[in-house]
């Protein structure tokens, strides 16, 4: 017979205290039994030796023994029941991990009495000490001896159960709140993309009346841009490398309406170019500095875009800063206030997607220099996460 791999995944029955579809190695659930079966034998032996005065190592060692029969048989069977509902059920249907409770009683008594009997057995046989079993003795007594051995059973089988099933009602809270964290995401991101469409064919719009050529090379642009950010817009997270190179085409797009009033650099270092953030997060905070800060200036103004990396280990944080030389904070008017939904949006999607571990942060800009600087710190993230919805 081949032994199981002690690191193989091993499913566990709610009975022996996981929830359902948990998996752990078998050498854990090896040592998991054992422990038990040990404890349980030390309190027993101890219990022997004060209320009866018997010596604890020979009533340790058939407790022991008994302990170990009755765990393997009840386990045994348990499996083999819940084996067979299972084919009896057919492959379609929900997969039982333990058999209930009317059939885990059925183990527990059977397993326990043949435990106590096999047990006794060996237990005599290794003190030398002669032990009356379960068929030898009278109705009294035999049933003392199966509730001796039941009860102990009985008492880790209800524990386990009971944690088990509190485990399970955890996992679905844990899974409930996730799903709820993913889709007010989905619904933020769906928001904000026609946000940025509403915006640029309002820019659009304006610069066919001023000048028609130059509103159908931004028409084409518009339209390569979208095909680019679409899977994008789609995925979890993607790549700094990603999201520069979606801001760049944006930045193309917004430069045939703007000419030299705008003068846009990238910063990212390429040590950071494969890490990880939300998609077309940065998009909107250049679309505000665009909009309410360089268009309202005559002369418009430099946008500059940079990725860092503050603090080192697990400690460490990835800085993504948009500052522009626009009109700042203090001097916008009324008319190029906005709604303030696109910055509403960041502040959402950070909240719901890194909670307090991130942070966004609008103010001037602390050269002195007249502009803004909106500057997001979030988690550094280096596995791809990204799977299209």
């Known amino acids: 017979m081949k032994l199981p791999n002690p ?3 091993f499913p566990v029955f709610e009975a022996l205290g996981a929830s359902e579809g948990a998996q752990i190695t078998y050498k ?3 040592l998991r039994q054992a422990r038990i079966v040990l404890i349980i034998s030390l309190v027993l032996a101890s219990l022997m030796r004060l209320l009866a005065g018997q010596d604890f190592i020979p009533s340790f060692l058939f407790c022991l023994c008994i302990s170990i029969c ?3 048989l009840i386990q045994g069977m348990s499996r083999g029941t819940t084996w067979l509902i299972n084919r009896w ?3 379609g249907a929900e997969r039982a991990t333990w058999p209930g409770w009317p059939l885990m009683l059925v183990c527990l008594i059977v397993g326990s009495t043949l435990g106590y009997s096999v047990g006794n057995q060996l237990g005599s046989w290794l003190t030398g000490i002669e032990s009356v079993g379960i068929l030898r003795s009278g109705p009294r007594q035999g049933l003392s001896m199966v509730l001796l051995s039941l009860l102990p059973g009985l008492a880790v089988t209800y524990f386990f159960v009971s944690r088990s099933r509190l485990q399970a009602a955890q996992v679905q809270a844990q899974t409930a709140q996730r799903q709820a964290a993913e889709h007010q995401l989905r619904l933020l991101e769906s928001q904000l993309e026609p946000h940025m469409l509403f915006n640029t064919l309002a820019n659009l719009r304006v610069l066919i009346a001023l000048d028609p050529q130059r509103a159908q090379a931004m028409l084409d642009q518009l339209i390569a841009f979208l095909r680019a950010t679409l899977t994008a817009s789609r995925a979890n997270t993607h790549s700094l490398r990603e999201e520069f190179a979606r801001l760049q085409d944006y930045l193309a797009l917004m430069q045939i309406r703007m000419g030299t009033r705008l003068r846009a650099s990238l910063d990212l270092p390429a040590e950071l170019a494969e890490l990880q953030m939300p998609p077309l997060l940065l998009q909107a905070l250049v ?6 800060g360089l268009e309202p200036s005559i002369e418009g103004g430099e946008l500059h875009i940079r990725a860092s990396l503050q603090g080192q280990g697990a400690a460490a944080r990835l800085l993504l800063e948009v500052r522009d030389g626009g009109v700042g904070l203090a001097s916008a008017t009324p008319s190029s206030a906005g709604t303030g939904f ?6 959402e999607r950070l909240q719901t997607q890194f909670g307090r571990a991130a942070s966004f942060q609008l103010s001037p800009r602390a050269d002195g220099l007249p502009g803004t600087l909106a500057s ?8 791809p ?3 299209t919805l």
């Open 7 to 9: 690191d193989k995944a």
């Open 385 to 387: 996460a990204s799977q």
């Open 28 to 30: 854990q659930w090896l």
């Open 342 to 347: 696109g910055l509403h949006q960041v502040r």
């Open 287 to 292: 679309e505000n500095a665009i909009k309410h």
């Open 70 to 72: 009755c765990s393997s």
């Open 89 to 91: 059920r057919g492959p």
């Open 376 to 383: 997001i710190r979030m988690p550094v993230q280096t596995n």
